[in-house]
């Protein structure tokens, strides 16, 4: 017994509709990462730390991930590529928690050892952030993000990871 013509369009347009759903959450979900078997696109070095992590799911939903907010930066500034831009993911630096990047609030300062010493890292509480600025330059916005990689230190990731001396 054959099914309905109606039945195999309607099964059709049903897994149209899912697989379209499907791909639009990936895209918008945080990157899988596991701490010492990524590496970052930007650095090439594992990312062992994830409360430093930052990254997105690409439109064929694989995971792209950064281990320092300032090889996020760079990547973004040197290639966007073409297309919609992807939901930037951010480690929120104390509750290890994924945030998206515009809803974090981001703090640099000098004594905070990052893997590849931009000093910056990710929280999403605001007065979570203002404590810790107490000791940096301040709190900003992700849209500010690559004004301090990219102005304040210029050279960061060409010195390599950071040391404390």
């Known amino acids: 017994m054959r099914a309905p013509r109606w039945w195999a369009g309607a099964g059709a347009t ?8 499907c791909g639009t ?22 990312i062992n ?3 430093f992590a930052s990254g ?30 992807p939901t930037i993911w951010v480690m929120d630096f104390e509750k290890h928690e994924w945030r998206r990047a515009t809803d974090a609030w981001f703090v640099r300062g000098d004594s905070a050892l990052t893997p590849m010493g931009y000093g910056i890292v990710a ?3 605001s ?7 107490v000791h940096g330059d ?10 301090h990689v990219i102005e304040r230190q210029p050279g960061a990731a060409s010195r390599g990871a950071a040391t404390k001396e």
């Open 127 to 133: 007065l979570e952030a203002a404590r810790l600025a």
């Open 56 to 85: 997105y799911v690409d439109s064929e939903g694989i995971s792209h991930g950064f281990d320092d907010l300032g090889c996020l930066a760079r990547h973004v500034e040197t290639d966007a590529g073409p297309g919609p831009a």
């Open 138 to 147: 301040g709190v900003f916005r992700y849209d500010a993000l690559r004004q």
């Open 49 to 51: 730390e994830l409360r």
């Open 25 to 46: 959450a990936e895209r918008d979900a945080p990157p899988d990462l596991v701490a010492g078997r990524e590496a970052c696109l930007e650095c090439g070095m594992l």
């Open 123 to 125: 929280l999403g509480d």
């Open 14 to 21: 049903v897994l149209t509709l899912v697989l379209s759903a």
